[in-house]
């Protein structure tokens, strides 16, 4: 298909061609309603096949079934070209030198008025052109890394992420942003943690959770509490940098082993879990709220050991699961199964033969908990017992993404199941605390006097 | 300079005036949908709990680059703002949605249904498949930032004093918050109209006088309302005024509540262009062209450290502000020039200051013109020579903090500067105020604002639909005012039925009982009625049942119908204690033979009484009888036995 009937199919592809006329041409309509004047636009492919998307010159879009049309005159032709406004992104020796590397998604944009279409703004000069508050903050530098919704990245991406991080620091960097969709943050955090040990500078994940081509993103206020983060804090650590509440008050530091995101659609989505966050954040200041992260340091002794074994899986386990479910990923050659447990850590008793089995083909099988907050406990009852004969490790509070992460991580190291084991269990960034603070459980219940108080007097 | 820059007073302006000055003037009409659900979530629709609230939401809004690569000019003027929004939400009005951080679900098909009738009655052509657009509004006055709206029909036509009104598009969009406060950087919003399902009538700008909107305006109301598909009362139908005349500019007058201010509004601003192009032609003669303005500002606050004019006094002391005086180069007596009535070209520039630097507490700059005692001709003197002013200048003295300063000292020399544009009308909404002036808004946005929204795919209206909805749309109104003309409804009482939401009703009650005169049941639904409301009685309480009770009785006793009037009011005004068919059942038990008001009659007669007149005794004693039987017996036969007996 041509562009010049770009997303346009049978039956209206004959009618805009007998009528001579394409996509950007200005027209004059007749139907059976009457006359319509506009300017036709390219269909979604995704759309039907049945009409024309006209733009009016009140700039509202409409379709109008090809069925009802009797001929089309052209009037006119304007086709829509972009470019994105570029200033230079002023240069400030006296300040912290960052780098932000992209993976895909947009952090900032503009907009396309004639189409909708969001245009990605990534350069320095088109960062400083949406977002120029950046300059005050530090001297840019980006790169993109490549551009994959946030669902696509996978082990390939990580490694090349990490090694990535590793030169920036070589090259001396005073600090990292990188921006990432928000759909699986968590798990690129998490897989940068291990990767990326010894980081002697702050590095920091941001995306949005409302596209930055909207005014009420929060799209640049995370991407300046970012750029605030890598620029001025002492946390030399991995973090995702998001919106702590709703409102448009402060973003949080969350250490990139014990974050998730816990919304499909709140900006706030993005929650430690057992633990308290790091920082927070507004334009101003970073508020640590521990003193047990990393400092950053003078030198550029970082460790990167990007390695990743793509043959893990992760199981939600459900009542009523089939060995088989386990078999499967047995004989189709995986290494590594980090479970989703029920409670404390449990699976039914049908499913031990397949635990069994899984020792016996030399698989990883590594317990975590479905309820996400508190740690795997296998003693308590009695069938957590049997399950740890039957080989099942249980990773105390780890998260089921990170353990995902760490386990193919460490597989990607050795072969040695006790090796595994070894890494598996030893924390390396904070993904398996000694133990969880009374405040490192809060799900507040709307409705209760004391909270509905609390939400009266505190925006969020 | 002379105050040749005004038109007549309101009173005397006639079409002609109009016509000269080039006056154009159209409508945008909001009318909220009677609909159970808000537009895009499943929030209940309607439900308003103005004080309550159960938690707030701060938000910024913050311009997008639009495709030129520079912001938007409203979007800008939001920016340099720097407001602080505050949504305060109940919990039963509002859903994540409206805050922004739930998408949108799919559009409510019954306000879909109500916007195609609308468009069906109004004559517009319909699209055949919807495109949610995004319109942004960076007043915070929704908290996306935009507004989601889309239209289902352009082009319609409403007949006007044998004209066609064109009618441009009819847009159904989700209503935005209502404003509390806007206190310095503080804007205060509660939530619980946002997301309401509206329609958007715009006409085109053909009305060519300040009446004629009105009536179109009131036209376009009875017709929405004729459906009986549209909510009614305080707030649920709200008009925008736009008005330019020659050589200004489209102005938006916003949230105009009263109909009856229309007129008013309209003329006042016609009064501000006419005014802003002569003081144009003013500047221009004196030699100050865009490329020529010029101004200096200072810092005075040292020269008023121990002035007694209280809002400077305070700022200094108080408040620890600062005080600048800006020296508009050749504008001496420009400020002091009218633009409407009681209002000054300074007000211009004073609204800037509150809206745009966030100055917002009155007054907020002080200008060499002022006629008012305030802080004395030693000190003006002293800051005149502070700022190099010579004798042709005019000065605007401007006091708040450092930041807001810097901020309002820019915008009072871009306004002053727009004055000598060549067209010197700047592109605004302006608020409608009561006294039918009106004060600057917000900049008025570009048409860049428009963009299709990504998250809700088209939606296609088949015919089928359509067919459907046309079967069961309400009748045109201006048909049913034809029909009740040749039931004999009088004149006054047409529109009224024909646009109430009860215009069905009553042509079933007309039908059904069709012993009884129309104009009977039209005085009594439409006329007693809305007197009984005025005096305080709770007319909701006449329901169709009570309606359909009343007339099935009346139907087959006629006298009854004389009487209706006594027993509604008694029942009315009875709380609910009393039944109306029970005191229907008690009147007609006792019905009153020919016999006895024959014996009424001759007791009156034997009564000698000083009539001045044979037609004063009659009008008398058929007064006096009728009293003691009306509704048990025709008037009309006690009238023949009167009239009998006296000839």
């Known amino acids: 298909m041509s562009d010049s009937y770009k997303g346009y199919r049978e039956p209206v592809l004959s009618v805009l061609k007998k009528n001579n006329v394409r996509v950007w041409s200005e027209v004059e309509m007749q139907t059976t309603r009457g006359e319509f004047k506009g300017l036709i636009l390219p269909r979604s492919e995704t759309a039907d096949a049945k009409h024309i998307v006209l733009k009016l010159i009140n700039g509202y879009n409409i379709g109008i079934a090809a069925e009802l049309v009797q001929s089309i005159r052209e009037v006119g032709y304007k086709e829509a070209h972009y470019q994105i406004p570029e200033k230079d992104f002023p240069v400030d020796e006296g300040k912290p030198n960052v780098k932000l590397l992209g993976t895909g998604g947009t952090i900032a944009s503009r907009l396309d008025y004639r189409t909708g279409a969001v245009i990605p703004a990534f350069s320095p000069g088109e960062l400083y052109g949406s977002v120029p508050e950046l300059a005050d903050y530090c001297n840019l530098e980006t790169e993109k890394l490549f551009g994959v919704f946030s669902e696509n990245m996978g082990p390939e991406q990580w490694i090349k992420t990490a090694e990535a991080i590793g030169e920036e620091i070589e090259k001396g960097v005073d600090g990292i942003v990188i921006g990432h969709g928000t759909d699986t943050m968590h798990h690129t955090a998490a897989v940068l943690s291990f990767m990326v040990q010894n980081s002697p500078i702050p590095i920091v994940m941001v995306g949005s959770q409302r596209s930055s081509d909207r005014p009420s993103s929060d799209a640049a206020l995370n991407l300046i509490h970012a750029v605030k983060t890598a620029a001025e804090s002492d946390m030399a650590e991995t973090m995702v940098c998001m919106f702590g509440p709703t409102s448009d008050q402060y973003g949080l530091l969350h250490r990139g082993t014990r974050v998730r995101k816990m919304h499909s659609s709140y900006r706030s989505t993005f929650r430690t879990i057992s633990d308290i966050p790091l920082a927070m954040v507004d334009r101003d200041k970073i508020t640590p709220l521990r003193q047990d992260y990393k400092r950053r340091r003078s030198d550029r002794n970082v460790n990167i050991n990007a390695v990743f074994e793509e043959k893990v899986s992760i199981v939600y386990y459900y009542p009523n699961m089939k060995p088989d479910i386990i078999d499967s990923l047995v004989d189709n050659g995986y290494r590594g199964i980090v479970i989703a447990g029920t409670g404390l850590g449990h699976v039914n008793k049908p499913v031990y033969p397949a635990l069994q089995r899984a020792r016996e083909h030399g698989v990883a099988v590594y317990m975590t908990v479905q309820t996400l907050w508190g740690y795997v406990q296998m003693y308590v009852y009695e069938t957590g017992r049997e399950m740890m004969q039957l080989g099942v490790v249980p990773t105390a509070n780890m998260l089921p993404e990170t353990a995902y992460v760490k386990l193919g991580w460490a597989l990607g190291q050795t072969d040695d199941l006790e090796k595994v084991k070894e890494i598996m269990l030893t924390p390396i960034s904070g993904e398996i605390t000694e133990r969880e603070p009374y405040n490192g459980y809060l799900v507040y219940q709307g409705g209760i006097p004391e909270v509905e108080e609390f939400l009266r007097q505190i925006k969020r | ?647």
């Open chain 2, 1 to 647: 300079m002379t105050l040749s820059g005004l038109l007549k007073p309101f009173e005397e302006m006639t079409p002609e005036d109009y016509a000269e000055i080039g006056l154009r003037s159209g409508l945008e009409v909001h009318q909220q949908l009677l609909t159970d659900r808000k537009l895009f979530c499943r929030c209940p629709a309607g439900l308003y709990n103005t004080k309550e609230y159960d938690a707030e939401i701060l938000r910024h809004m913050r311009p997008t680059l639009s495709e030129l690569g520079e912001y938007d000019g409203t979007a800008l003027m939001e920016f340099k703002t720097r407001k602080e929004i505050i949504y305060r939400i109940n919990h039963q009005s509002v859903c994540t949605y409206e805050m922004d951080d739930t998408p949108p679900f799919e559009i409510n098909q019954q306000a879909l249904d109500i916007a195609l009738q609308l468009a069906m009655v109004m004559n517009y052509k319909l699209v055949s498949e919807i495109h949610i657009a995004r319109k942004q509004y960076l007043d915070g006055s929704i908290p996306t930032g935009f507004q989601r709206t889309t239209i289902v029909g352009i082009d319609g036509w409403l007949p006007y004093k044998g004209r066609k009104i064109g009618l441009v598009q009819l847009g159904l969009e989700e209503d935005s918050c209502r404003e509390v406060s806007d206190i310095g950087h503080e804007r205060i919003y509660i939530t619980d109209r946002l997301g309401m399902p509206i329609t958007e009538v715009v006409t085109e700008p053909v009305m060519r006088t300040p009446q004629e909107v009105a009536d179109v305006c009131n036209i376009i109301r009875y017709v929405s309302r004729s459906t009986g598909r549209v909510r009614t009362g305080l707030g649920a139908a709200r008009e925008d005024v736009n008005v330019s005349i020659a050589g200004g500019t489209r102005i938006e007058i916003k949230g105009v509540h009263r109909i009856k201010l229309i007129p008013r509004l309209i003329y006042h601003e016609a009064q501000r262009q006419y005014s802003l192009l002569k003081i144009r032609d003013e500047l221009r003669r004196r030699g100050i062209t865009p490329d020529t303005f010029q101004y200096e500002w200072v810092d005075v606050t040292s020269y008023l450290m121990h002035t007694t004019w209280e809002p400077i006094q305070r700022a200094i002391h108080k408040r620890q502000e600062m005080v600048a005086c800006v020296n508009l180069k050749g504008f001496l007596g420009i400020l002091s020039y009218p633009t409407q009535t009681g209002t000054v070209f300074s007000k211009e520039i004073s609204d800037r200051v509150r809206v745009i630097a966030c100055l917002t507490r009155q007054p907020n700059i002080l200008t060499s013109e002022s006629t008012e005692v305030t802080i004395g001709n030693v000190v003006w003197n002293r800051i005149r020579k502070a700022v190099r002013a010579q004798a042709n200048d005019a000065l605007i003295l401007v006091w708040g903090s450092s930041q807001d300063v810097k901020t309002a000292i820019d915008e009072i020399a871009i306004r002053a500067r727009e004055a000598t544009l060549d067209c010197p009308v700047p592109s605004e909404t302006r608020q409608a105020l009561d006294d039918g002036t009106n004060g600057f808004e917000r900049i008025l946005p570009g048409p860049e604002r428009m963009y299709p929204d990504t998250d809700l795919p088209p939606l296609e209206i088949t015919p089928q639909r359509i067919e459907n909805l046309a079967e069961d749309v309400p009748e045109q109104m201006w048909v049913r005012e034809d029909r009740y003309r040749e039931w004999g409804v009088p004149e006054h009482l047409l529109v009224p039925i024909a646009s109430s939401m009860q215009a069905e009703l009553f042509e079933s009650l007309v039908k059904t009982f069709n012993r009884l005169s129309p104009v009977r049941i039209a005085r009594l639904m439409f006329e007693k009625t809305v007197a009984w409301r005025r005096e305080g009685l709770d007319t909701s309480r006449l329901t169709e049942a009570v309606w359909q009770t009343l007339f099935t009785h009346a139907n087959t006793h006629p006298p009854l119908v004389e009487a209706a009037e006594t027993l509604l009011e008694t029942f009315l005004k009875s709380d609910g204690t009393v039944d109306l068919a029970t005191q229907i059942h008690a009147f007609l038990l006792p019905s009153i033979d020919e016999a006895t008001v024959k014996d009424l009659l001759q007791q009156e007669l034997a009564v000698e009484r000083p009539y001045t007149s044979p037609a004063a005794k009659h009008h008398f004693i058929m007064g006096n009888v009728m009293k003691q039987c009306r509704g048990k017996i025709a008037g009309a036969v006690v009238n023949q036995l009167l009239n009998e007996y006296l000839s």
